[in-house]
Nanobody, 124 residues
Framework: QVQLVESGGGLVQAGGSLRLSCTSS????????MGWFRRAPGKEREFVAV????????HYSDSVNGRFGISRDDNKNTVYLEMNFLRPADTAVYYC?????????????????WGQGTQVTVSS
């Protein structure tokens, strides 16, 4: 069973950077597409980024494209989300997810395993 745990969230000023990590404490993430989603206060959870296995292809939402970077290290069972030029609108709980179909999917139903989330707050 893939059991995902996110870390690296926190409070940062607008224009700053954060790197989120997501590690599986159970089964390895090898073979899984790994995605990041976020839920802002009062909004639905939305897609942020995804990387396939073995990490050749990526896909980003329009709102983060060019500012965020997703990567993975399967030796460490970890996927990362590098977030730069952060804006107050990026404030949200960030979730990582694993999808066994290994698709560059931007919808939640393509992911079977989810973490509990990590809070990112961007102050203006």
């Amino acid at each position: 069973q893939v059991q995902l745990v996110e870390s690296g969230g926190g409070l940062v000023q607008a224009g700053g950077s954060l790197r989120l990590s997501c590690t599986s404490s159970g089964r390895a993430i090898t073979g899984y597409a790994m995605g990041w989603f976020r839920r802002a206060p009062g909004k639905e959870r939305e897609f942020v980024a995804v990387i396939d296995w073995p990490g050749i292809n990526t896909h980003y939402s329009d709102s983060v494209n060019g500012r965020f970077g997703i990567s993975r290290d399967d030796n460490k069972n970890t996927v990362y989300l590098e977030m730069n030029f952060l804006r107050p609108a990026d404030t949200a709980v960030y979730y990582c997810a694993a999808g066994s179909l290994n698709m560059l999917a931007d919808t939640e139903n393509r992911y079977e395993h989810w973490g509990q989330g990590t809070q990112v707050t961007v102050s203006s």
